[in-house]
């Protein structure tokens, strides 16, 4: 985690007034075999595929972004200011690894990257993602994805 | 809750404050900046590194009394010191944010030349346009076109974030990398740009309109750069 004697006063005050949500009782899913596994990634960067609408500010829904999907096509528009988007701007991989969840697939480590992939807006109530959460959980079942990577900004 | 839906998941974790408390089945710690989930950006094995140790925590079984499996990545990211080669993009000439925005015009060429796309598309103008709306805003002058189903102030706040992406695109050109803080700080204490920001952000928050009080005062500016 970001060391919080890295942050400044300003963010480390910052980050220790948001809540979090305990959840109970608390789930666990097997993976069974790791190298047969289709995993997606789910983040919670703000992105989403140009055409599609931008989150606007407590969005509780997501967007999709199918695997093959240009760089250049998938935009962040997260409404936090207190996370470092330079990366983002040189590299798409540093907040949703395709590329690297498909070469580790090539590599073996798991059976096979989704087709899709998935992000919220983080800087939304839990509750409002919750109902969204369940469909996107259908979906990944019907899709045939059993092993998700959650990646926060 | 994908998992009590059936889906297996591993997380990483920026803030540990944040992930502890509701303790999700799987988590990787990392000591990377807000912002960076696998590290660094243009470092292949090291963000496969990252991933790769993610993956590896779905082999571990469940902790007894129902606890989460919690690893800590050890290594820091590479380019998060500052890069005593950089030199930020020279700018003491302009008089004003359409002055910059044109002297940092080849930079940003050659960024886009170089990583092939740039994130300053939200608001559909082009950066210049930006910076007239931005400019004119509460005078309502330079008011580009309205786009259906969304505000005048929603559409500023994506055009004030395609003006900053504009600028730290243009300062990221060379290879030399710099650290997030050498261009934060150039941003926010050596630009016009920076200056017409906090500005608008003062004068937000003596605003009797709540939403603009809102998104003029939280949405703008970061909390580590203001005055």
């Known amino acids: ?153 | 809750m994908l998992e009590a839906e059936g889906i297996a998941t591993v997380m990483v974790s920026l803030v540990s404050s944040q992930s502890q408390p509701a303790a999700p089945p799987r988590v990787l710690w990392v000591p990377f900046e807000l912002g960076r989930p696998m590290g660094a950006a243009l470092e292949a094995d090291f963000q496969r590194e990252v991933l790769r140790e993610l993956l590896m925590l779905f082999d571990v079984p469940r902790p007894p009394q129902a606890g989460s499996v919690l690893a800590e990545f050890a290594r820091d990211a590479p380019a998060q010191l500052d890069e005593p080669s950089w030199c930020a993009p020279a700018l003491s000439g302009a008089t004003s944010v359409a002055e910059e925005i044109s002297l940092l015009a080849p930079a940003h060429a050659q960024f886009v030349a170089r990583i092939g796309r740039s994130t300053a598309v939200l608001s559909g103008l082009d950066v210049q346009t930006a910076a007239e709306f931005l400019s004119g805003f509460d005078a309502g002058i330079d008011t580009p076109p309205s786009v259906e189903g969304m505000s005048d102030l929603l559409r500023l706040r994506f055009a004030v974030d395609d003006l900053k992406a504009y600028y730290l695109e243009a300062a990221s050109a060379a290879r030399e990398q710099a650290s997030s803080r050498q261009l934060h700080s150039w941003l926010w204490q050596q630009t016009r740009l920076g200056t017409m920001l906090k500005t608008f952000r003062r004068e937000s928050l003596e605003s009797d309109d709540p939403r603009r009080e809102t998104v003029g005062g939280k949405f703008i500016v970061p909390r580590d750069w203001l005055d």
Not at chain 1, 23 to 37: L, S
Not at chain 1, 38 to 62: Q, W
Not at chain 1, 77 to 95: F, G
Not at chain 1, 115 to 137: C, I, N
Request: charged share 20%.
């Open chain 1, 1 to 153: 985690m970001v060391r919080l004697t890295d942050l400044t006063t300003a963010m480390r005050s910052v980050v220790a007034s948001v809540a979090a949500t305990a959840v109970e009782p608390k789930p666990w899913v097997n993976v069974r075999r790791r190298e047969a596994a289709t995993v997606a990634l789910i983040s919670s960067a703000g992105l989403g595929v140009r055409g599609d609408p931008l989150f606007r500010g407590g969005d509780g829904d997501y967007r999709e972004i199918p695997h093959g999907a240009p760089d250049a096509d998938v935009l962040m528009s997260h409404v936090s200011v207190n996370y470092d988007r330079t990366a983002y701007q040189l590299d798409l991989e540093t907040v949703l690894p395709r590329r690297r969840l498909a070469e580790l697939a090539s590599a073996g480590v798991i059976g096979a990257a989704a087709d899709t992939h998935y992000s919220f807006m983080g800087a939304s109530a839990p509750e409002q993602m919750q109902t969204q959460a369940q469909t996107l959980a259908s979906t990944l079942h019907a899709r045939g994805v059993n092993a998700a990577v959650l990646l926060p900004v």
